[in-house]
């Protein structure tokens, strides 16, 4: 069992920065792939970013590739997700998730954080 707890959202101007947190329970951190996620309101979740165990892999939504990065610290049981350039449409509700393995598809993910906000204004 993994449990997530994400932070780190807030509200922003477009061309602001944000970093989210996601930290996570448990000694077997490492052996899991961590994703982001995002959902908008009245929208489906979709993919924002994910690192696989080593952080050696990475893959990222073309929406916020070159402006996302996400990372982890395995020492820590924490992964990262770095916005910059935000703008108006990356307002949205931010979770984290594990899996074993890698994947991106968010149906694959066994463990989910509750969510952290993100706005950013025009």
């Known amino acids: 069992q993994v449990q997530l707890v994400e932070s780190g959202g807030g509200l922003v101007q477009a061309g602001g920065s944000l970093r989210l947190s996601c930290v996570a329970s448990?000694?077997?951190?490492?052996?899991?792939?961590m994703g982001w996620f995002r959902q908008a309101l009245g929208k489906e979740r979709e993919f924002v970013a994910a690192i696989n165990w080593s952080g050696i892999r990475t893959d990222y939504a073309d929406s916020v590739k070159g402006r996302f990065t996400i990372s982890r610290d395995n020492a820590k049981n924490t992964v990262y997700l770095q916005m910059n350039s935000l703008k108006p449409e990356d307002t949205a509700v931010y979770y984290c998730a594990a899996k074993t393995g890698w994947g991106t598809d968010l149906g694959e993910y066994d463990y989910w954080g509750q969510g952290t906000q993100v706005t950013v204004s025009s």
């Open positions: 448990g000694r077997t951190f490492d052996r899991y792939a």
